[in-house]
């Protein structure tokens, strides 16, 4: 069986790394193409998970076991209704609903990080993969019997209930240190769980903690009453109630629907938030009508938008770049040639670091 195992690993981990790459450039005109680079990966993985379920399992492996058998499910259903809905380049819900999958397939991995080096090679960026003490104080982490709670959290966010939130703490976090936070705001009909999964690869070698919290209705409030606001700072104050806080280092930040509300909410006075990281939003009116982009000065913002973006045309970062300069906030701005409307998950490591670097 463990010989089984190892031979799965390796197709489904491949596979993995290639829907991650599919799902940062999924761009809706070039879907028979990124179709193809999930071809390659799925026979050898649909023959080393046959024998897998054809070979008998010690009690002692039966976790592990169902749970890869049900990664590796999920990972060919995800690949099939990709390249299902490739065929019609036009279904863009087909395409999505297809790589909302990943988030599912991350979860129900994650728990083999610390039994499997592989595994938990993967969950870091790829330039910490090789870093074996690191992967090694992790495995630690996660094992440890010390009553401190770290790794992935739910508070009321199953995926059909609306406004809780996930947090992930990093498992070499020594049960002291006062952390930085970033909460990170899905897009429009997305969820905190989900979006979640953008972020732990990022966040697992750093003690940074990162909340994903998931709107009260199907997007954020950008129109009308705010109903989030309020339940935002309440998430900060309840995760602070269990685990210090570095107030100097407060990052809101998010995806399209979250980055306009992470820009909206996050430049008014009074807010937690010391840093903001919008990627693929657009600058809301109300900032300008309501004065309060006045609130932007000294502000430091990290403005990431994709020349390829079909949704908010790339002209209206450059709009909001103005406004934001012309304000007065400490912006940096990355316009990414080759991203489309989807999460950069590859910059949060920049994000992160300029987060956390002392002269931000």
């Known amino acids: 069986m463990l010989d089984a195992i190892d031979a799965l690993l390796s197709p489904l981990l491949g596979t993995l790394e290639r ?68 065929k019609n380049p036009g279904d863009l819900i087909g395409l999505f609903r297809a790589l909302r999958r990943f988030s599912r397939v991350q979860e129900t991995l994650y728990p083999l990080a610390p039994a499997f080096d592989a595994v938990s090679r993967w969950f870091l960026d790829p330039q910490r993969r090789d870093d074996d003490a690191l992967v090694e104080r992790l495995r630690a982490g996660a094992l440890r019997d010390d009553g401190v709670r770290t790794g992935v959290l739910h508070a009321q966010n199953e995926r059909d209930e609306r406004g809780g939130f996930s947090l992930y703490v990093p498992e070499t976090w020594d049960g002291q240190a006062a952390m930085p936070l970033v909460m990170a705001l899905h897009g429009g009909s997305g969820h905190g769980r989900d979006f979640l999964w953008s972020w732990v690869h990022a966040a697992r070698p750093r003690n940074v903690l990162v909340a994903s919290p998931s709107s009260r209705d199907r997007t954020w409030a950008i129109m009308g009453e705010d109903h ?125 670091d300029w987060l956390t670097d002392a002269s931000a």
């Not at 599919?22 to 879907?31: C, D, G, I, T, Y």
């Not at 649909?46 to 999920?74: G, H, I, Y």
């Open 19 to 86: 829907v991650a790459w599919v799902q940062r450039h999924l761009f809706p005109p070039m879907a028979a193409q990124l179709a193809e680079q999930l071809r390659p990966g799925r026979e050898p993985m649909a023959t080393a998970l046959r024998a897998v379920e054809d070979t008998e399992c010690p009690d002692s492996l039966q976790f592990m076991r169902d749970r890869l058998v049900d990664v590796s499910r999920q990972t060919l259903e995800l690949v099939d209704a990709f390249m299902e809905a490739s």
């Open 228 to 352: 989030d606001g309020p339940n935002l700072r309440a998430m900060v104050e309840s995760i602070a109630r269990r685990y210090p806080l570095d107030r100097s280092r407060m990052l809101l930040t998010g995806m399209s629907d979250g980055a306009t509300y992470a820009l909206l909410y996050g430049l008014r006075d009074g807010e937690p938030f010391t840093h903001l990281a919008p990627a693929c939003g657009v600058l809301h009116p109300a900032l300008l009508t309501a004065g309060h982009l006045a609130h932007a000065t000294g502000k430091p913002i990290y403005l990431v938008h994709g020349t390829l973006d079909w949704m908010f045309p790339v002209q209206t970062a450059q709009m909001a770049r103005e406004f934001l300069t012309r304000a007065g906030a400490r912006l940096v701005y990355r316009e990414v040639d080759d991203l489309s409307h989807t999460y950069p998950r590859d910059e949060n490591p920049r994000i992160l």
